[in-house]
């Protein structure tokens, strides 16, 4: 079976988290997108201890395409440096993680 990854990005609202999340999908590098619409984030940037209000994004996608999403996110994302972890999964359902490598699947 082959894995895939899941991306971990946030986002400053839920409007920014779904024109994200569907330019994702739209551009196949995404099989699905789920927002959770409000998570507390604490963080030190620039030597100040912030505290928002944000949106997470769970991204499904395959390995090849990981390397593309990253870049898109990248490019569309509104922060100065977004947050992007990839997390691996080797174990899962067989037929979902087939489901999500045939829908980011580049049509030759």
């Not at 609202?13 to 569907?22: F, G, K, N, Q, W």
């Not at 551009?27 to 949106?55: D, T």
């Not at 593309?68 to 174990?91: A, G």
Request: aromatic share 6%; net charge negative.
């Amino acid at each position: 079976m082959t894995g895939i990854n899941i991306v971990l990005t946030t986002c400053p609202s839920t409007e920014v988290a779904e024109s994200i999340a569907r330019k994702l999908v739209d551009e196949k590098l995404a099989a699905c997108v789920n927002i959770i619409s409000s998570v507390q984030s604490i963080y030190k940037w620039k030597g100040e201890v912030c505290a928002e209000s944000e949106c997470l994004l769970l991204i499904k996608t395959s390995v090849d395409r990981t390397e593309e999403l990253k870049r898109m996110i990248c490019e569309i994302h509104p922060y100065e440096l977004p947050e992007v972890v990839v997390l691996n999964s080797t174990d899962g359902l067989k037929e979902y993680f087939e489901w999500v490598n045939n829908s980011v699947k580049r049509e030759v």
